[in-house]
């Protein structure tokens, strides 16, 4: 992921039987709005913003927030495309989700390391 996610792994802790969408927003430390975003990318690869929306049912300004957030954690790709007459639009293409998966994977496992370092480094004096 190129920007460290901001974790919200507390909120994460406190559910006894999380749904994919919510380890997700969790882990990445993005909103659901987002990881709906993503999911929905998912099948709809090469997507503008526009057409993004459409298929979202969410305003044009909400989607591109959502896709910044997602290109900024390494979920998202954006491309740009050269029209025909003149000019360019940006598409968007979600990472296959088992990279998505790995990536959360990872985020927990060095989560974890780090928990079980302050238990062990912990030393009552």
């Keep these: 992921m190129d920007e460290r996610p901001r974790h919200r792994l507390g909120e994460l802790m406190e559910e006894s039987d999380p749904s994919f969408e919510t380890v997700m927003s969790c882990v990445f430390g993005i909103e659901e709005?987002?990881?709906?975003?993503y999911l929905v990318l998912l099948g709809y690869p090469g997507s503008t913003i526009e057409e993004l929306a459409a298929v979202l049912e969410r305003d044009r300004s909400t989607v591109n927030r959502s896709l910044a957030t997602l290109c900024d954690r390494g979920l998202v790709q954006r491309d740009r495309r050269l029209l025909d007459g003149g000019g360019y639009v940006y598409q968007y293409t979600a990472i296959a989700l088992p990279e998505a998966k790995e990536a959360l994977h990872e985020a927990l496992d060095a989560w974890t390391a780090t928990v079980h370092d302050v238990i062990d480094e912990f030393d009552e004096e």
């Design 33 to 37: 709005h987002e990881t709906r975003t």
